[in-house]
């Protein structure tokens, strides 16, 4: 019996018209901003970004930053310290294209025993700073009509925690502003995602007491704490070409400890 020639609506034609699948890094070097660069998640993006070829600048109270990175000072509780850091990152690399908020801090404590101080410092630094470093780079973005943008949320978001009432609110908060951006930002192609990290080798879990670590390890599958350069890899993709059509995803990295988030 012999066989039907393809229709032009048949697979041969489906896949002739298929493009290349796009690369996880950019053919030109991009202008990245990275808050909580000098440590961390942050100091790790910021290094990995800059190593790749991209022109980064690192933001961080201290100012310090990996090598390759531009070092520019500045509190993410202070919006306005936050748009001049903005404004000299684009003095130097041009209009940010990336922007990724990694800057955040957790002071554990019993929400019957959370200071007024303690939770306002969890919110200005984990959600109010991810939104006011957002602001001071997004009219560029939305002029370019293209941008980037990867929040740094966490597991205790969607998980809660003991004692983590201030800092898990932040980061569930952190979520909603990244679906509520994604949303508003899509018709200007202004991509807007957030990686949900569980615990991470970083200063912030140094400080966890030896039983509390081991609590926290029972419920994790992998077993393990990850290194902050495991983070790294989902970050920069989130960054790259290869995810134009992603938009306003929560992506766990968390050893399996938010499985059916």
Same mark, same amino acid.
């Given at each position: 019996?012999? $066989? #039907? /020639?393809?229709?032009?609506?048949?697979?041969?034609?489906?896949?002739?018209? &298929?493009?290349?699948? #796009?690369? &996880?890094?950019?053919?030109?070097?991009?202008?990245?901003?990275?808050?909580?660069? @000098?440590?961390?998640?942050?100091?790790?993006?910021?290094?990995?970004?800059?190593? =790749?070829?991209?022109?980064?600048?690192?933001? @961080?109270? +201290?100012?310090?930053?990996?090598?390759?990175?531009?070092?520019?000072?500045?509190?993410?509780?202070?919006?306005?310290?936050? #748009? !001049?850091?903005?404004?000299?990152?684009?003095?130097?690399?041009?209009?940010?294209?990336?922007?990724?908020?990694?800057?955040?801090?957790?002071?554990?404590? $019993?929400?019957?025993?959370?200071?007024?101080?303690?939770? =306002?410092?969890?919110? !200005?630094?984990?959600?109010?700073?991810?939104?006011?470093?957002?602001?001071?780079? $997004?009219?560029?973005?939305?002029?370019?009509?293209?941008?980037?943008?990867?929040?740094?949320?966490?597991?205790?978001?969607?998980?809660?925690?003991?004692?983590?009432?201030?800092?898990?609110?932040? #980061?569930?908060?952190?979520?909603?502003?990244?679906? %509520?951006?994604?949303?508003? &930002?899509?018709?200007?192609?202004?991509?807007?995602?957030?990686?949900?990290?569980?615990?991470?080798?970083?200063?912030?879990? /140094? %400080?966890?007491?030896?039983?509390?670590?081991?609590?926290?390890?029972?419920?994790?599958?992998?077993?393990?704490?990850?290194?902050?350069?495991?983070?790294?890899?989902?970050?920069?993709? $989130? /960054?790259?070409?290869?995810? +134009?059509?992603?938009?306003?995803?929560?992506?766990?990295?968390?050893?399996?400890?938010?499985?059916?988030?």
């Amino acid at each position: 019996m012999a $066989l #039907k /020639a393809p229709t032009p609506n048949g697979p041969a034609a489906v896949s002739s018209r &298929l493009d290349p699948v #796009k690369p &996880l890094a950019s053919d030109e070097p991009r202008a990245v901003v990275v808050t909580g660069a @000098s440590g961390g998640i942050g100091a790790a993006v910021a290094g990995a970004m800059a190593a =790749q070829g991209d022109l980064v600048a690192g933001i @961080s109270r +201290s100012g310090t930053a990996p090598e390759g990175v531009l070092g520019l000072s500045a509190d993410v509780t202070d919006p306005q310290a936050l #748009k !001049e850091a903005a404004e000299a990152a684009a003095q130097a690399h041009g209009p940010a294209q990336v922007l990724i908020a990694a800057a955040g801090a957790s002071r554990d404590a $019993l929400a019957a025993r959370t200071p007024p101080q303690v939770w =306002q410092q969890a919110l !200005e630094t984990n959600l109010t700073g991810s939104f006011a470093i957002v602001r001071a780079v $997004l009219p560029a973005m939305m002029r370019a009509r293209s941008g980037r943008i990867i929040l740094v949320s966490s597991v205790i978001a969607a998980r809660g925690g003991v004692g983590l009432a201030a800092y898990g609110a932040a #980061k569930a908060g952190v979520e909603g502003l990244t679906r %509520s951006l994604a949303r508003e &930002l899509a018709p200007r192609a202004i991509t807007v995602n957030a990686v949900a990290p569980g615990f991470v080798e970083t200063d912030m879990t /140094a %400080s966890l007491p030896q039983p509390a670590r081991e609590a926290y390890l029972e419920q994790i599958p992998l077993g393990r704490f990850a290194e902050p350069q495991e983070v790294v890899g989902p970050i920069i993709f $989130l /960054a790259s070409p290869g995810a +134009s059509y992603i938009t306003g995803t929560i992506l766990g990295v968390d050893g399996g400890m938010g499985m059916g988030r």
